[in-house]
Structures are given as C-alpha cells and as structure tokens.
C-alpha cells in the first residue's frame, strides 16, 4: 500500500513519552484502521505531511517543499514552545524556525485547547483551521522490558527506602524539570504539605536530573529519594507508591500542559494529589485538586469510596483516550483533506 500520509519528527525516539503518545501510537493505530500512512521518509510525495516535535532546518524544509508542491502541512503542537525560550529552555532560532512552520501549515493541531488559545496570542493572524486532539495513553499496562544491573539497583534502593520508613504514605513526583517554569521548582510546596501532613509520609523523584535534585532536596522537609528515569524501570517505581502529587505554579508553560501526568499515574492504580490546571479539571471527579491535606488523608485511608472512584477515573481515561479513541479523531483530519 502506498502511502499517502507521513508523520514528520525531529527524532523517533520510542523512549520518549511524546513520540510515544503523539506519534507512533495513533499512527498505528490509524495503520490498523487501514489508513496509508508512515513515518515521513524523504524525497516520497505525499498527499499530506503531520508535523509533530518538528522545529528543525530538515523539517522546515520539508514543510516547505510540500507547501511548494501543493501538499498539506499539519503542524501539531504539545508545548508551549515561546514559553519555553523565556524560561531559557528554547532557543531563539528554533523559536523562529517555530514561527515559519505555523505560517506554512494548512491546518493546526493542537494537544490541549488551552495550549491551542495560547500560541494563537504568540503568533496573531494564523488563518489555518484549528483541532484539538489529545495525546494516547497507556492504557494496558506497559509490557515489562529486561532491567540493567544499574536499573534493579536502583529498585532496591527505593525498596530499602521506604522499609526504613515503613507505615509512611509513600508518594511520588515524576517527571522532567524545566528551570522555574516546572518540575524540581515546585516541588517544595508538595513537600511542604507533606511535611505539614498528620501522618508520616515519604517523597520519591523519578526523573532524569540528579544534579537538579540534589540541588534542591535539601529545601523538602520530607523524607526523600531519587531514583532514574528510564522505560523498564519507571513503570515499576511508579507503582510502589499509593500516591502521586503533581505541584504545578499556574504560568504561560505549565497551563497548556496535557492531562497526562495524572492520568498515568491514575492508570498505574496510584492515587493524586495536586494543583488543578485546565486539562486537569476533567479528573476533578476522581482525584484531589487542589485539596492537599484533604487528598492526602483521603488516599491514607484509602477507603472502597476512594477505590471506586479512582476505577471510575480509569473508565473514563480509556474511553476518551485509548489509540482508537485518539486515531478516530485524527482520521477525520485526514478524509477531510
């Protein structure tokens, strides 16, 4: 089968979360729905191109020569990229390279309707049609993959750590860390509600930033570890806690952000506590927002209403945003071309 559409991204990575989600799993889902698309190959004419986490030279010039020949330009966004050079974490010519790509495309997708609002202020007078489509979630568990030596020493690390403080709530922060704008710069106010907290609790990091984390967790009055981000492990360290807390200060890159953190963590059976943003409010339901303290003993105690409403919460992630649920929506773009 020849195929008519391609997927553009700067690298295919399948260990990175977003190419995971925004990528290869709706385009394999649309595969099995026998839609002819593939990852972009050059010199192949297609009908359309979608360009996701696409801001290098090589992907402006690929929108270019299918703009050029008369093809569609999809450019789809899951961050705020203008954002991101204030807070020093975007260069100014990728932030350039950015703004030519949003003129070229003949339609805009977008992974939050906030984010969507946002970039339409950054960039005024783009006149491609907008959709919001969200992000695929894991929603089988992920398939366990072999662990390194330096994987499982770390898992018996975290399994020590919390043996010495057992009978704690064991919770969770994970995630990357951007300078001020998110991650390691607010997690002392969950700290802080933890160390607040009646109850004994703990705080494990998983993340990719030792040296930011030993920087800052000298700042949380709580019991605290760290242990590696990577694919085989992380599932695993996830799921040894009751508890995930997701600080977040509301600012120009953390309010576009995708429902996903929670929702990874609801799917992985925890518990989670934290600051509400727009993607968030959909989950109201089912986790504490913006109830620290109230969450916290909620999920200490862990009663069957606690149970039931966080399985409503899984329900409820699946049915909106399983790779058939996500592929359908990004299907109706492509018959519409």
């Known amino acids: 089968m020849t195929a008519r559409f391609a997927w553009h991204a700067d690298s295919y990575d399948r260990r990175l979360a977003s190419i995971r989600y925004r990528l290869f799993a709706p385009l394999d889902a649309l595969r099995r729905r026998g ?5 972009y190959q050059a010199g192949r004419d297609y009908a359309a191109i979608i360009f996701s986490k696409s801001h290098s030279p090589a992907a402006v010039a690929a929108a270019r020569g299918a703009r050029g020949g008369g093809r569609e330009v999809i450019v789809d966004l899951c961050d705020n ?3 991101a050079q204030r807070a020093g974490h975007a260069s100014g ?14 339609r805009l997708t977008f992974s939050t309707a906030t984010l969507a609002g946002q970039i339409a202020e950054e960039v005024p007078g783009l006149t491609a049609p907008v959709t919001v489509i969200p992000d695929v979630l894991d929603i089988d568990p992920p398939p366990a993959l072999p662990l390194s030596l330096a994987e499982r020493a770390a898992l018996a690390s975290l399994r020590r750590f919390h043996a010495r403080h057992a009978g704690a709530l064991h919770c969770v922060w994970f995630g990357k860390s951007l300078g001020q704008a998110s991650g390691y710069a607010h997690i002392g106010a969950a700290a802080r509600e933890l160390g607040r907290f009646a109850h004994p609790a703990t705080l494990t990091i998983i993340s990719n930033d030792w040296l930011g984390y030993r920087a800052a967790r000298r700042r949380w009055p709580v019991p605290v570890t760290y242990v590696p981000w990577t694919l085989a492990s992380a599932p695993i360290a996830l799921a040894r806690h009751r508890v995930a807390v997701i600080p977040l200060e509301r600012n120009d890159y953390t309010a576009g952000k995708t429902i996903n953190r929670p929702a990874t963590a609801l799917l992985a059976g925890l518990g989670v506590v934290a600051d509400a943003i727009p993607s968030y409010e959909e989950l109201r339901p089912f986790i504490a927002l913006d109830d620290w303290q109230g969450g916290l003993e909620r999920y200490r105690q862990w009663s069957d209403g606690t149970a039931a409403a966080l399985a409503a919460g899984r329900e409820h992630l699946a049915a909106a945003y399983g790779a058939d649920a996500v592929a359908a929506r990004w299907h109706a773009i492509l018959e519409a071309l």
């Open 93 to 106: 010519a990728r932030v350039a390279r950015l703004r030519e790509m949003l003129g070229l495309a003949t």
């Open 81 to 83: 990229l203008f954002a």
């Open 35 to 39: 839609v002819a698309i593939e990852q």
